[in-house]
């Protein structure tokens, strides 16, 4: 398991985490690795336990929120950090409950936690009087609440993390997230999961409680994208509702689907070239944003069907193939073990 | 003790809308028993085993797992009491191996290092061993079969539901099914559904017929082939 999952991750995360800030400005770097790890979390649910859940904003914007309300009432950074990751976890636990142990089908419950998101998007722009205050921290409505203390290094509370101290922190939680459900999913739970989305009457019949395994795996994703929100939060120093937005969630899904769902590190990878073409196109005024999404997902669709990220490996195996050289890397044909694991 | 009953179902009952699937089903299985369950199409046998197997909740009536009343409990409950079920249509994980979809079964209950031991002596038992790194999803029918029983079979049960586990299969297959239901049985009671009459004059010794949802006979393979009833109910064609 060390070798094979944790050690390709550290090899090419930790190189990465040092290369990327030359290349790249780190404040850019950063949102990208917020959107990484939410894109991971979507990733984890619906291409490994097969939930489709068109609401992963709301946890994403419920992460963020927890964390500036919690910053302005402890004037402190690092409990408001587990509380982004833990309301969001608590908060699917029990909505999750809900839509499995209801044994809702899966087309409702991407329609429920799109309501549900829509819910929150509404209720975050309407909270703009007096009266929406928990503690110190105004909801604000759309104006949303800035002024919040960020994270500082932990032994040295003078010390703010920003830029590229901001970046380091974040890509190596991108990495430990990434390593911590590459061993779950090796793991029985894991498996199980993986066998649920693949056959969900077979496995109660074997034993498995699909509701209790679906509730938490929902709750584990909720967590990750609560941490995004919270890695997110940091870097922009202000939560909107905006958040919480249908064009959020949408883009979410877009990530992971031109990714490559179905693997781990396609959605990050989706989400990084998505979310840089995004900036760019930020940059101009020429053509509209949301249309070239649209047309690279199209593409996407059409041409590389198992998105990005896996047409990558294949072509990588086909390229080694054809390698005289490479022949006893050539790996034993016949068997097509699903790249599913990567 | 080996006649106690072990599975009982009185006055069992499912309804779909105005079709009475299930009309009353009286049925006893006594322990290490291997029974036949007949009857033609839409006589209520898959629904009957939905039933016991929590797949579905009956309407009426009531259904007994050694001593305990099991109407209402979800299929991984009644998983979970010992009991395992080879559905009509093979319901299996396609996008896995066969080694995975084993492995799943067997470690629902076991460590993953008899999990992994199991796996391997059921591969070894159904010879699809050279099968295990091969996806579902590629294999032929009858392979297929023999996987969803194998995966049955890792979930280590004391009652086995076989619906229809000769359909589709080869003639050397068929072979194998019946040397692994005779091993099976010497530990576990069966319930086997078979359209295939030969099938089931080669392994049977007591047989129940349903007819439109009730129990239309039971008694010995002998009596019940001789039954001018039975006769009747398969309208003309040769029982
Ligand atoms: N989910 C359902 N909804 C409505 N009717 C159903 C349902 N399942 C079964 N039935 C009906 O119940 C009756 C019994 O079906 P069942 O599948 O139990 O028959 P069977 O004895 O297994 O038949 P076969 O030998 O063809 O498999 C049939 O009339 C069938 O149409
Ligand atoms: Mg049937």
Sequence with gaps: ?342 | MSNRVELESRGLGMQFGGVHALAGVDFKLRRQELRCLIGPNGAGKSTFFKCVCGMLKPTAGDITIRGQRTNGLLPHQVARLGIGIKTQVPSVMNGLTVRENLWLAARRDNTSAVANRLVADIMDRLLITDLAAELLETLAHGKRQLVELGIVLAGQPWLILLDEPAAGLTADEVDRMIDVITDINRESSLIIVEHDMHFVRRIARQVTVFHQGRVLIDADVDTVMASQDVRDVYLGKQV
């Design chain 1, 1 to 342: 398991m060390f070798a094979r999952d944790v050690l390709p991750a550290l090899i090419i995360g930790v190189p990465a985490m040092f290369v990327l800030p030359m290349l790249f400005d780190a404040y850019t770097l950063t949102v990208l690795t917020a959107y990484a790890l939410l894109a991971l979390s979507l990733g984890f649910i619906w291409g490994f336990a097969g939930i489709l859940c068109f609401g992963q904003a709301a946890f994403f914007g419920l992460g963020a929120y927890s964390f500036a309300i919690a910053a302005l009432n402890m004037g402190s950074a690092w409990g408001p950090f587990f509380i982004a990751i833990l309301v969001p976890a608590v908060f699917a636990a029990v909505f999750g409950a809900l839509l499995f142990y209801g044994r809702l089908s899966d087309v409702y419950l991407a329609v429920v936690t799109l309501v549900m998101t829509l819910i929150l998007f509404k209720f975050m722009n309407s909270s703009a009087g007096e009266i929406y205050k928990l503690g110190d921290a105004r909801l604000g409505g759309y104006n949303g609440i800035p002024g919040f203390e960020t994270l500082t290094i932990p032994w040295d509370p003078g010390e703010y993390l920003y830029d590229e101290s901001l970046f380091y922190f974040a890509f190596g939680l991108l990495v430990l997230v990434y390593i911590l459900l590459r061993v779950l999913l090796k793991m029985p739970f894991g498996r199980a999961l993986v066998g649920i989305r693949e056959n969900e009457q077979r496995a109660e019949l074997m034993g498995y409680d699909i509701r209790l395994m679906k509730t938490i795996a929902f709750s584990i994703g909720a967590a990750i994208a609560g941490l995004a929100g919270c890695l997110f939060a940091n870097w922009a120093e202000i939560v909107t509702p905006a958040l919480f937005s249908l064009g959020q969630s949408a883009e979410i899904i877009i990530w992971v689907i031109v990714g490559g769902a179905g693997t781990l590190l396609g959605p990050v990878v989706g989400a990084a070239i998505l979310g840089y073409t995004k900036f760019l196109l930020g940059q101009q005024s020429l053509i509209d944003n949301t249309f070239v999404l649209g047309v690279i997902l199209i593409l996407a669709v059409l041409l590389l069907p198992q998105g990005i990220f896996p047409s990558l490996v294949r072509l990588w195996h086909w390229l080694l193939a054809r390698l005289p050289s490479a022949a006893p890397l050539r790996r034993r044909s016949g068997r097509s073990r699903r790249d599913k694991d990567v």
